[in-house]
């Protein structure tokens, strides 16, 4: 009778590992941020730090491990089959929610999708059980579901989001005008009193309060408890002594000390209060099996009560869990793109954004820039003189000769970030809560970027669009995981077959969207944003658009070939996928466009002249692509109207006409490729030749239309095909000579040089 369970106590064993791994792909955004992106410390640094502060994290969580077992359920209304059910329901979606985050680069909840779906599943296995059962109703599912402590760890979640943003954007506008951008140049008390501060913050709310989840707070229960203003007051003063010390005596930095011990701090009470959420469903299931083992009940029969008592954790599991995370830290490439959000869209200044302005960020930008005015007219004018000394940002002069990648945002405000989230996290593990780390961390760092002017004119569009998009998604996942969990659990009830089939489910979906971030990681290689601050020289502009013009060329021939493929086999789906990638090529070459403040910003004093070149080159590759644009759409749309077929001479001329096409943009793409520019002659000649076919089959359709052509529609889809290559030719033929024109005066100034 044990042996299904013991296989699915080995699946969930399993699935506990693979849920480690790619939560913590996700969660790592929560500590490494702010240490990361300020380039506080060196990141080796940064990852030992973390590593160390994630395994002691580990052995604190033991008490948050209760609220997978009687935290959103009450265990004593489910019999052990129920539970395991659920628990299996649990690990497969969560698995699944979380992967599919971190392939999307999207920080999002492993609390909040650990929350939901107990939720949903309990659901779910108790409307079941209700369904059964003659004398109970829809109302007795509040005698199942814990509704109280589900409700109070709902609204706290909830709760994190607002006190998270705005204790950050306070914290911080104090902080700027206590240090100001001129942080170096600050008093050495002032950096001696915030250290003892910020180092106080963090030792009594991670330490202290972190003391009372493990075995060891009954030790010290007497030294702590009432005592806490006078521990305080004396950490104050013991930690700002040290501080003023360092700075005087050992010419410390210690805002890097901060971020140092806050990076540890927030991984220890990451791990402390969210390793629950990654093992607390197996482990709960085991502590299950065990009592119903020696049992000797029915599954079906046995009730679960006993997980309503507290079991305390095994220490060897807690860091076994912890060496996964340590090792998921160093070598996850997901993590790494999650990490990149969070850090773009608090970046001090403005570059390449990752997402889009919509209606609700421009409303937002419009509204805050309304209350910003009304601000203005009742603050006198002398403070606000004031306040803007204070968020001055210096002005840094680089040699000429060296090359430097600007810090996200500087150590005041890395520090804040650290010591804000710790603080908040902290308060929620003492209280038992599983406050989503992913909620403070994030909207911590989002009050920040607000309240140190980072989202400015150039940027609060596309910032708030990315705050808005993420939290979406964090509603998106409570939504997805609350129903995906119940849908799970009742197949799971429905027959045990299932869970095997949900397994492989599981795996496969893992697999192909590993795949698919592999694939989109290698592209996104391929795309060089100009955002960079780098020197760029004359062969650099030339390397640099010879790479872009190679593969427009390519991906130019393959599109202009499919259109007139598939518009031949009037193929809807084919022409509808061609269109997307269509557009894809449009938004590269429009991303490109907006680099060229930072191209020709970072260009050397002897390659500013390549800057009028670099632009007319973009303005014709945009050119060619809005030709290929127009030639996708409008096929489309006349396949899609379903409108009659071109005729067998019409189709005939558009592949005599793409033949050519396709050898001139090969010859293109091969001599850009190979940077054989002296073949630019040769290729430009190659064009009268394709300009001749498309006049002679502008003429054979006129003629048609005077003889035998009945169908207005397909006359107009004909001369827009047409007249667009015309324009697309022209526009490859405009790019090729003034890059020959480029090609010999760069050669001349070498020879005269």
Partial sequence: MGDPYILMLVALAV????????????????????????????????????????????????????????????????MFQDIMFIFMAVMITDILLLDIFNSLGMPTSTTVSIVFELLGAAVCISLIKIAANDSQSISDIWNYINHKKAVEIINGILLSVVVAFSVGAIVQFFSRLIYSFNFEKRPTYINSLFGGFAITAITYFIIIKGMKGTPFYSDVKHLIEGNTLLIIAGSFVFWSAISHALIQFFKVNILKLIIGIGTFSLAMAFSGNDLVNFIGVPIAAWNSYQAWEISGVAPD????????????????????????????????????????????????????????????????????????????????????????????????????????????????????????????????????????????????????????????????????????????????????????AALVAYLISWDKVMIPVLLLVVALLIARNTLQHRKKSKQEKKQVHMERAELITINGVIEESSDHIAEVAQRINKLYS???????????????????????????????????????????????????????????????????????????????????????????????????????????????????????????????????????????????????ETSPKNTTLYFSILIETQDLVSGLMSLLETYEEFHVSTKSAEIDA
């Fill in 301 to 484: 029969a046995f009730s679960m009560g006993i997980l309503a008592k507290k079991v305390p954790s095994n220490v060897w599991l807690l860091l076994l869990a912890g060496a996964i995370m340590v090792i998921t830290l160093w070598t996850s490439s997901k993590a790494k793109e999650v990490i990149k959000t969070g850090i773009d869209l608090s970046r001090q200044g403005d570059g390449h954004e990752k997402f889009q302005p919509n209606p609700l960020s421009r409303i937002v930008v419009r509204s805050a820039m309304g209350i910003n005015a009304a601000i203005s007219y009742i603050v006198p004018q002398k403070t606000l003189a004031y306040i803007d000394t204070k968020f001055q940002k210096p002005v840094i002069e680089l040699p000429k000769d060296k090359t430097y990648e600007m810090p996200a945002f500087d150590l005041v405000r890395a520090a804040v970030n650290l010591i804000v989230a710790g603080i908040l996290i902290s308060i929620a593990t003492s209280m038992k809560l599983p406050l989503s780390t992913t909620y403070v961390t994030f909207m911590v760092a989002m009050g920040t970027s607000l309240a140190d002017r980072a989202w400015g004119r150039e940027s609060a569009v596309y910032r708030v669009a990315g705050v808005i998009n993420v939290i979406g998604g964090w509603f998106l996942t409570a939504i997805t995981a609350f129903a995906t």
């Fill in 15 to 78: 699935l506990a590992i693979v849920d480690l791994v790619v939560g913590v792909s996700n969660d790592a955004v929560n500590f490494l941020n702010s240490a990361i992106g300020s380039k506080a410390i060196k990141v080796r640094n940064i990852m030992i730090i973390a590593s160390v502060g994630v395994f002691m994290g580990a052995v604190t969580s033991s008490g948050m491990m209760e609220v997978a077992r009687k935290g959103i359920f009450n265990p004593n209304m489910f």
């Fill in 562 to 708: 499919s259109v007139v493929k598939d518009l031949a086999t009037h193929d809807l789906v084919k022409l509808r996928k061609t269109d997307k990638h269509v557009t894809k090529l449009n938004d590269e070459i429009d991303n490109l466009k907006d680099g060229v403040f930072y191209f020709i910003k970072s260009l050397d004093d002897t390659s500013v002249q390549a800057s009028r070149f670099y632009i007319l080159i973009l303005g014709y590759l945009q050119d060619v692509a809005q030709s290929i644009s127009y030639i996708s759409r409008a096929t489309y749309k006349h396949v899609n109207n379903n409108h009659k077929n071109l005729k067998k001479g019409q189709i005939k001329d558009l592949k005599s006409i793409d033949n050519t096409l396709s050898k001139l943009l090969e010859d293109i793409s091969e001599t850009f490729e190979n940077r054989s520019f002296d073949n630019l002659e040769h290729i430009i000649n190659e064009k009268k030749e394709l300009l001749k076919d498309v006049s002679q089959s502008i003429e054979k359709q006129v003629d048609r239309i005077r003889t035998d």
